[in-house]
């Protein structure tokens, strides 16, 4: 077991210390930055991208903010409308032409439940489907019409970690592809994308060196009532990641926000003993969300923000600093908060690779 995990005490910390190499493996052969092409080796039917009118994503726990954040990129790079609805709610709605929607799985074990229904009933009704998953022969591979594997190699810790970094970046890839066979993403915009994504792994491996910082402010605020984690754009769903990561594994009350909302209801909840914790970087329109985080700090709550390296930030209680990868700096800062999350889980000895009441994978509805 010792050996299985590496010299690491958890699973997990093993697995968010892996990411780097995982990226490195996910991105493996599939990108040209120079001629801002990807290959993925999808055969979609010639035209088939053309015609394409909606994507809708399914998923369930931290594949649904995968989605959130491809959602996003798609809407920004490919120029085609992008849904993501939570796997249990999911009905296929499609226009006159089911098959122009592509339906996208999105299940790190290929199994969950929730997820294969609402790929059932997107295939019954005759969209086009798609899996993004991490395990070679898992169900969902059987039931759609492609597969995508985001290699990200087998996670153990019940929380997922390196395979949410290999979602998005997966996805990215794929948003890239659509992108340019649709004629929506010119080489030089292809390239800076493609760019960014190849300096991901470097980027990841800068921020977990910083591990040091983030035990010291989980020392801080181990002993807080609650956490709230806020961003904007893709800052979102990695406020809403950082929240799920940490009531996973600490049991203590944590919830994301969109930075605007704080306003509208979560501030009566901030006191000095609910340290908000925001995303601040590039992609996340760090401007607006730090005024929002001033107001929860004008309520006395210590105030974390990851901002992008060589911004000036002022009066934060902790500046995390990550390097400049353009819309992928949430997903670099989601980092810190997977480091956070296990800090304060391993400072109050919490079973942290099988946290209570929690499955890898949910195999019923
Ligand atoms: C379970 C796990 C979560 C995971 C979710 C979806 O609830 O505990 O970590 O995000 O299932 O799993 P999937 O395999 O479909 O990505």
């Given at each position: 077991d010792a050996a299985e995990k590496g010299g690491y005490e958890h699973y997990m910390r093993k697995e968010i210390h892996e990411q780097p190499s995982a990226l490195r493996q996910t991105l493996s052969s599939r990108l040209d930055v120079d001629r801002g092409e990807v290959d993925l080796d999808l055969d979609f039917p010639q035209g088939y991208l053309e015609s394409l009118e909606e994507i809708q994503f399914v998923a369930c726990g931290t594949s649904y903010y995968a989605s959130q954040y491809t959602a996003q990129l798609l809407e920004e790079f490919a120029d085609v409308r992008a849904t993501v609805t939570i796997a249990s709610e999911y009905e296929f709605e499609g226009g006159r032409?089911?098959?122009r929607t592509l339906v996208v799985a999105v299940t790190q074990?290929?199994?969950?439940a929730d997820t294969l229904g609402a790929i059932r009933r997107a295939a019954g009704a005759g969209a086009r489907t798609l899996a993004v998953t991490n395990?070679?022969?898992?169900t969902v591979t059987r039931e759609t019409n492609d597969t995508l594997f985001?290699?990200?190699?087998?996670?153990?810790?019940?929380?997922?970690?390196k395979t949410f970094a290999s979602q998005v970046a997966t996805l990215a890839l794929l948003t890239v592809a659509i992108g340019r066979g649709r004629g929506a993403l010119s080489t030089a915009d292809a390239r800076d994308v493609l760019e960014d994504l190849r300096a991901l792994p470097g980027a990841v491996q800068q921020v977990l060196d910083e591990e040091e910082q983030v035990l010291a402010a989980a020392r801080e605020y181990q002993d807080s009532d609650a956490f709230f984690f806020v961003g904007r754009r893709f800052g979102y769903p990695v406020a809403l990641e950082g929240a799920l990561k940490l009531k996973e594994i600490s049991y203590d009350h944590a919830e994301g926000f969109a930075?605007?909302?704080?306003?509208?209801?979560?501030?009566?909840?901030?006191?000095?003993q609910t340290p908000v914790l925001a995303v601040l970087t590039t992609g996340a329109d760090g401007d607006e969300t730090r005024n929002n985080l001033t107001e929860a700090q004008t309520r006395r709550a210590p105030a974390i923000g990851v901002v992008t390296a060589g911004i000036r930030t002022k009066s934060l209680d902790w500046a995390l600093e990550v390097p400049a990868v353009g819309v992928f700096e949430p997903l670099v800062a989601n980092v810190y908060f997977q480091m956070f999350a296990y800090h304060i889980a391993n400072l109050k000895e919490r079973s942290i690779d099988k946290p209570r009441n929690l499955a890898k994978s949910v195999t019923v509805e």
């Open positions: 032409d089911p098959w074990s290929g199994e969950t395990t070679l022969g898992s985001i290699r990200a190699g087998p996670e153990i810790g019940v929380a997922a970690t930075a605007g909302e704080l306003k509208h209801g979560p501030l009566a909840l901030v006191s000095d």
